[in-house]
């Protein structure tokens, strides 16, 4: 399998600029990788906003907009699951309204 580092930055480019955004004054992000069993473990942290469930399990869709809060998703996401994907990996998130959210990025170490 071959790595494209350039999507691979985009990944992490919007992960981090979603988060950005989420902090609405004062914030912290935090990143955090291992290795483990043949594959890179990567965490991105903000201490934002954060989202409800019902949010949480529609982000990677294309075109998905967190509404009326200054959450623009749009097709970030859904463009970061599908180079993730392309490289045999998987993404998800975990997030809680008032406390942040944290994505979770799993990718084969050849």
Excluded: W
């Excluded at 809060?69 to 997030?95: C, D, F, P, W």
């Amino acid at each position: 399998m071959t790595c494209y580092a350039s999507q691979l930055n985009q990944v992490f480019a919007t992960l981090l600029k979603n988060a950005v955004v989420a902090i609405e004054s004062a914030g912290t992000i935090y990143i955090k990788t291992t290795r483990k069993n043949g594959h890179m473990h990567i965490e991105i942290a903000d201490t934002g906003r954060g989202m409800a469930p019902a949010q949480l399990n529609k982000i990677f869709d294309f075109g998905f907009s967190a509404g009326g809060t200054r959450i623009k998703m749009r097709s970030g996401l859904s463009v970061a699951y599908n180079i993730v994907q392309k490289h045999q990996g998987s993404i998800r998130a975990e997030s809680e309204e008032g406390k942040g959210t944290t994505f979770f990025i799993e990718l084969p170490v050849l």
